[in-house]
């Protein structure tokens, strides 16, 4: 514990916080006012580059609190609860110990912050996988689950932003105490303290690498927008493809858009494949084995399996004793349809409410993206 007792007497300024440290600290700051700024849907990828960076931050900072010289190290953080405690009492008796680098309480924050980062990132990943199907765990967890891990990632947000204006409070009180700006040393790196008190280096070199390294991260991240044209505008995420069949595709393809199971309930593709042979007024002439071939991947897939947001919402959208055939009668197709005209229903370039193809260019996919909604003219 690097700790300096006040004294008013030959005081110079002395670096404290490295350059690393505090490109950290305010690049940390601003990934989370972005994050928070951008948690409505419609900025996903501003949001997910802003989780993305503070991975990296996190990642960054936890190898530094081995190698990154005095103050910034972790075995100059205070762990012992006892300390935290004698430093509580000392403020509240308005004579707090001062000490150069993090004071106990600010040790603490510290160990608060990082572990609520990284939990945070894990949610924020796992929710994005399971709501979205996009990111490293795309797929793992089904729509349902994603949101309750979204949920969670929420609730862990909202106790991150507590820590930071217990924080922000401590960092105002000792700067009182003290009557020196924490503030500004966080930003300058220097503090004043004794001629002979151990400086941190400004490891400048790491903090060039650093900076480049955020660049460009943020250049290959946002690269589709510098390349965007008016015919391809782009398309931020690209996740993993949906459960897919042959023969599935062949049979149920041949007459219109091949629906992927994930758009009806197991009940709806039971009766319709039982039924095939008077299927919207057509015979399918099936045989048995693949009527059982289709009806398996159809049932293991089925809108009840969550597999997309738009999966789930039909699935709940039906009430249980109804047995749909068409997902154009599902509820919640008809909510999301419902402020489109019969003029544009019935524009050749259209050309029928079954025609997905026509407005959704991921329709074949089965994923139907915000982004992949394209309506002709
Ligand atoms: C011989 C042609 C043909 C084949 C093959 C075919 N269908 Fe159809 N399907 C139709 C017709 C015709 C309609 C009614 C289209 C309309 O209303 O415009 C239809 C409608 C549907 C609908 C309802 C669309 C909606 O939401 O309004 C579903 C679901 C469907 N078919 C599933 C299947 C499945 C599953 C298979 C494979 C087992 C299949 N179809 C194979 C001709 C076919
Ligand atoms: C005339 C163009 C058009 C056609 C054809 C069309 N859609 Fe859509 N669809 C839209 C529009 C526009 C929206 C966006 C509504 C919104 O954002 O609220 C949409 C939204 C959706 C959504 C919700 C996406 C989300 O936000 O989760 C689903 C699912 C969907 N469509 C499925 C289908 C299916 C399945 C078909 C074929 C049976 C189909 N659509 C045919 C235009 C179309």
Redesign the pocket.
């Known amino acids: 514990m690097t700790q300096s007792q006040e004294q008013n007497s030959k005081q110079t300024p002395v670096r404290i916080w490295n350059i690393p440290v505090r490109l950290f600290h305010w690049t940390l700051v601003a990934c989370f006012i972005t994050a928070w700024l951008t948690r409505d849907n419609r900025y996903l990828d501003i949001h997910v580059f802003a989780g993305y960076l503070m991975t990296g931050l996190i990642l960054f900072r936890l190898l530094w609190g081995f190698i990154g010289g005095p103050y910034a190290c972790f075995h100059d953080f205070s762990f012992d609860w006892h300390e935290v405690l004698d430093y509580i009492k000392g403020v509240l008796n308005k004579k707090p110990p001062r000490f150069l680098g993090h004071n106990p309480a600010g040790s603490w924050a510290i160990y608060l912050l990082l572990t609520l980062g990284v939990l945070i990132v894990i949610t924020g990943l796992l929710g994005l996988g399971g709501e979205e199907r996009q990111g490293p765990l795309a797929g793992l967890l089904n729509y349902p689950q994603g949101k309750r891990l979204q949920d969670l990632h929420e609730l862990l947000a909202w106790l991150m932003l507590c820590v930071v204006g217990t924080h922000l409070i401590g960092v105002l009180v000792e700067s009182l105490l003290h009557k020196e700006n924490l503030v500004r040393a966080m930003l300058t790196g220097y503090k004043p303290a004794k001629a002979d008190t151990i400086a941190a280096a400004s490891q400048w070199k790491t903090a060039t690498v650093m900076v480049i390294m955020i660049i460009a991260g943020g250049v290959v991240w946002f690269q589709g927008y510098l390349t965007a044209t008016p015919e391809q505008p782009y398309q931020p995420f690209v996740g993993p493809d949906l459960p897919d069949h042959d023969l599935w595709r062949e049979e149920c393809g041949a007459c219109h ?1 091949a ?1 992927h199971p994930s ?1 009806l309930p197991a009940r709806s593709w039971k009766t319709m494949m039982a039924e095939q042979d008077t299927h919207f007024a057509e015979d399918l002439f099936l045989e048995p084995d693949t009527v059982a071939e289709i009806e398996a991947f159809l049932v293991e897939n089925s809108a009840e399996q969550g597999l ?3 999966a789930w ?2 699935n709940q959208s039906i009430p249980k004793d109804q047995t749909l055939l068409r ?2 009668e599902a509820p ?2 008809l909510k ?2 419902q ?2 005209s019969d003029a ?2 019935q ?1 050749p370039k ?1 050309n ?9 260019l991921d ?1 074949a996919k089965g994923t ?3 982004a992949a ?1 394209h ?2 003219n």
Do not use: R
Not at 352 to 360: E, S
């Open positions: 858009l629906f758009l997309t947001e738009a919402k039909i997902i154009t919640y197709w999301k349809h402020e489109i544009t229903w524009d259209v029928g409410k079954v025609n997905c193809a026509a407005c959704h329709a139907f993206e915000d909604m309506l002709p």
